[in-house]
């Protein structure tokens, strides 16, 4: 793993071990199933995706509420499913 993916490796890490995250199955399967991507050479650009999708998806049926350990992998991650799906370049067409 290069140096991004091992930061978000970390993140998930640090976010999976958390109580909060221990307690809800749907966040702790995601982000075991994200960590074994990485961990396996899938794409960093893939994994961000999906973990963007994931996050921004959950807060919203969660009434933009979600652990606070997602915060660090969030961060890493927000925005990669909008430049995946080429929204980062919609600007220079406008």
């Known amino acids: 793993m290069g140096g991004k993916e091992t930061r978000l490796f970390q993140a998930i890490d640090g976010a999976y071990n958390d109580a909060a995250v221990q307690s809800d199955d749907e966040i702790k399967r995601f982000l075991f199933e994200s960590a074994q991507r990485l961990a396996s050479g899938d794409r960093f650009s893939y994994v961000a995706a999906r ?6 998806s959950y807060s919203q049926v969660h009434h933009f509420q979600y ?28």
């Open 67 to 94: 652990p606070s350990a997602l915060e660090p992998v969030y961060k890493l991650v927000a925005g990669a499913s909008m430049r995946a799906r080429g929204g980062g370049g919609l600007s220079v067409w406008l």
């Open 51 to 56: 973990l963007d999708s994931f996050i921004a």
